[in-house]
């Protein structure tokens, strides 16, 4: 595998013949020596490893956290990587002062990913307030100082930036004017557009998948699950390949492409026009490099039965587009399933689209999720209900369950019975028994299979609680 990477990293251009599924973390540190980011989990889970990564889209560079640990540097091909020596100037970013100021360090192992997640924010965004300043750190974990020092570094910038932003400069320039970021990236833009224009513009491959044993998209289950056999094999990236990454609504439907992440969800003012509550349901969904990164492609095709996007897309009665470059065909999601992590798509297939219709007027939508910790961590169960109702008859009800049996769940009885029912406790009460019936959960580090089973009865009617609070007699339902 001889294909040649290109790319910025921090000030320098980099070109390596690495194995694309090498993760950016082992080649910062093993090949270029750049020790500052480091290696605590190597799953995505501490923050250690983040870095920023752009991307010129548009003729603007775009910037994101991203985990290092999880990322093949395949994936960093044409683009810029800035690691915390790449924030560093002759003397300590205000970031940095504050830091050591506010007390928000003290072994210092976290602190590099700390600093970089708060300098990609005020690079990232065009506004600034504490508390997301503080929340895009959500994915960084400290285990000896404590968050105070760290939270106060933040309120100390924002304040001091938000001052700064009247002052009629372009992000970058009040950014590196701040010295939050040092001076060369202002030139950044133009090196990544020569660089681009040296090597040609990637051409994307077609949609068939055959002769490789691991295709990766944001690599967040892949590279947890296999990266030693990843590094001995045969890969290829769903970036190189012809897949959509953008949501877009047509003719009654919206159409989001496999390679959508998490975070475009979550931002997408199409999603939060139909779904108002979007950014609560992604407020659960692991942290923002996590999600910086994956898939809705990723998570529906790795067939967990926990997965929250698939069981959201569940609900939605979503049908997938899957293409092996020549032809494409469409199967409902909640068909996709044939048992445990076994799927109705042939080897050579990629799954290019998820789509839905559009909620009708009186449709409501809920996602519920409980997990051990309610934030930065998968589901014990979750549970997803789209419903529409005239006063108060179901017309039409799809309910999704994660947890509760070896594949996402659709509750086919469940709706079935539910469907043209009014609602009421008595009918719900009804419901839940048939529901218990299509499910199978098993004990697990999550909890036990009965604790699981009434957990999803829970949320079951947790959805009608929060959607219908008006018809539901809480008493009623105990
Ligand atoms: C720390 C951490 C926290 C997480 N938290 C959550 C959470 O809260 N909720 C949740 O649901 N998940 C969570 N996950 C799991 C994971 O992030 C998601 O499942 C994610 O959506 C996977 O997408 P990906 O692009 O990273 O997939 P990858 O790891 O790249 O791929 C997963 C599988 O999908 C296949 N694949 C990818 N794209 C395509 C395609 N277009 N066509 C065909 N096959 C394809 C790959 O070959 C592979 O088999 C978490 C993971 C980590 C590491
Ligand atoms: S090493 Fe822990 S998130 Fe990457
Ligand atoms: S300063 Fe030691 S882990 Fe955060």
Redesign the pocket.
């Known amino acids: 595998m001889t294909q040649r990477l290109n790319f910025i990293l921090n000030n320098q251009e980099v070109d390596t013949s690495q194995h694309p599924g090498m993760s950016l973390l082992d080649y910062l540190r093993q090949e270029a020596h750049l020790t500052g980011t480091k290696e605590g989990c190597k799953?995505?889970?501490c923050g250690a490893c983040t870095v920023l990564i752009g991307e010129l889209i548009k003729d603007q560079i775009q910037y994101k956290s991203v985990n290092s640990c999880?990322l093949p540097i395949g994936d960093v091909d044409q683009k810029h990587i800035v690691t915390i020596e790449g924030l560093n100037r002759e003397e300590l970013s205000p970031i940095q002062t504050e830091m050591v100021n506010e007390g928000g360090t003290q072994c210092g192992f976290c602190t590099p990913g700390f600093v970089v997640s708060l300098s990609g924010y005020y690079l990232i965004n065009d506004d600034y307030n504490t508390e997301d300043a503080i929340d895009s750190m959500n994915g960084n974990i400290c285990r000896c100082t404590g968050y105070a020092g760290i939270k106060r570094t933040a309120h100390k910038i924002t304040k001091k930036l938000n001052v700064a932003l009247n002052n009629n400069h372009s992000k970058i320039e009040l950014v590196v004017g701040e010295k939050i970021l040092p001076e060369y990236f202002l030139d950044v833009k133009e090196r990544l557009n020569s660089l681009i224009n040296k090597k040609g513009s990637k051409v994307a491959d077609d949609n068939s998948?055959s002769s490789y044993l691991?295709?990766?998209?944001?690599?967040?289950?892949?590279?947890?699950q296999s990266w030693e056999d990843i590094l001995k094999s045969d890969i290829t990236l769903?970036s190189d390949?012809n897949?959509i990454s953008g949501i877009k609504e047509e003719n009654g439907k919206i159409i989001i492409g496999?390679?959508t992440t998490?975070s475009a969800i979550e931002d997408s003012p199409i999603m939060a026009k139909y779904f108002p509550d979007i950014k609560e349901y992604f407020s659960?969904?692991?942290?923002l490099p996590?999600k910086n990164?994956?898939?809705?492609?990723?998570?529906i095709?790795?067939a967990?039965p926990?997965?929250?996007?698939?069981n959201i897309f569940l609900a939605l009665n979503s049908t997938l587009t899957l293409s092996n470059g020549s032809s494409k065909r469409k199967i409902l999601l909640k068909d996709f399933y044939k048992g445990y992590k076994t799927l109705d798509?042939k080897e050579n297939?990629?799954?290019?689209f998820v789509s839905f219709n559009i909620p009708k007027e009186n449709s409501f939508f809920n996602f519920e999720k409980v997990s051990k910790r309610k934030y930065?961590?998968?589901?014990s169960v979750n549970s997803s209900i789209l419903i529409d109702v005239e006063k108060d008859l179901i017309n039409e009800i799809n309910i999704s369950a994660g947890g509760v049996s070896p594949i996402p769940l659709y509750l086919k009885k469940t709706c079935e019975f539910l469907t043209s029912n009014k609602i009421n406790s008595k009918t719900l009460g009804e419901a839940s028994e048939i529901l218990q019936d299509e499910i199978s959960p098993i004990s697990d580090a999550r909890g036990t299979a009965e604790y699981k089973s009434l957990l999803l009865r829970q949320l079951f009617y947790a959805h009608f609680i929060k959607l219908f609070p008006e018809l539901i007699i809480i008493e009623e339902l105990l």
Not at 214 to 224: A, F, K, N, Q, W
Not at 349 to 352: A, V
Not at 376 to 379: G, S, V
């Open positions: 799953e995505g889970d999880l998948n691991y295709t990766i998209s944001g690599g967040t289950d892949l590279m947890v769903i390949k897949i496999g390679a998490a659960l969904f692991g942290s996590i990164t994956a898939t809705v492609a990723g998570n095709v790795n967990s926990i997965a929250d996007m698939t798509k297939e990629l799954l290019t930065l961590d998968i589901a």
